[in-house]
């Protein structure tokens, strides 16, 4: 089983740049996420959705878009880069009581 | 909203000694709790939760967690660690099931 699956897994930008990190999960999960890893700060929500169409803000939004046209697939968007976007990015998809975890994408923005 | 604390950032511990990871939340209202792994270069995976039931939760590998309600904890245990086990170690508190808040994470090492 493929579960959550992420591209790329790993990404290097130039400040300004844009870019976009794709999820895809095959469990039929209404709920995706998207957080950032950080050293010393755990993961950090960025928005996550509640089911297809649908998009919510976490803790740490700005700088970030998402979209969700198809319930399978949440991607992640970067319109213009920063160095503080430096990251190590991870999706997830939920159902009740679990968190399903892809492997994680490092972005580095120069 | 909900926070959660894990005492220790680092834990290094000899090969077949025990350890426990501390983690405490803060909340007034029940939670789900979870333990989460992740492994060097790898995402995270889930060790045990607590959805309700007996307070003592059993999980892969060996390790166990007991929820503490009048103290707001749960702590991770293992009786006897392996070289394998080195790690970083989430905890995670849910109220509603489908939202997660996470610690900052523990690193344990386990030397041999």
């Known amino acids: 089983n493929a579960g959550v699956t992420q591209t790329p897994k790993f990404r290097v930008l130039k400040t300004g740049q844009s870019m976009t990190l794709l999820c895809a999960q095959d469990?039929?999960?209404?709920?995706m996420y998207w957080y950032r890893q950080d050293p010393g700060m755990g993961l950090r929500l960025i928005h996550y959705s509640v089911g297809e169409g649908t998009t919510a803000k976490g803790e740490v939004p700005d700088g970030y878009n998402v979209s969700r046209l198809k319930k399978q697939n949440f991607l992640l968007g970067l319109e213009s880069a920063a160095p503080s976007q430096t990251s190590v990015y991870f999706c997830?998809?939920?159902?009740?009581?679990?968190?399903?975890f892809g492997e994680g994408s490092r972005l580095t923005v120069l | 909203a909900q926070s959660v604390t894990q005492l220790d950032s680092q834990v290094p511990v000899f090969e077949e000694a025990p350890v426990e990871l501390r983690c405490n939340y803060s909340s007034s209202v029940s939670v789900y709790l979870f333990w989460y792994v992740q492994y060097p270069n790898q995402g995270l995976q889930l060790l045990l939760k607590?959805?309700?039931?007996?307070?003592l939760v059993k999980g892969i590998n060996g390790f166990e967690a007991e929820f503490n309600k009048s103290q707001t904890s749960f702590h991770l245990r293992k009786p006897s660690v392996h070289i394998s086990d080195t790690a970083e170690y989430f905890c995670a508190v849910s109220p509603t099931g489908n939202q997660f808040y996470f610690g900052t994470g523990t690193s344990l090492t386990v030397i041999p």
């Open positions: 607590y959805l309700s039931g007996s307070t």
């Open positions: 469990m039929n999960h209404e709920y």
């Open positions: 997830a998809s939920s159902r009740v009581g679990e968190l399903f």
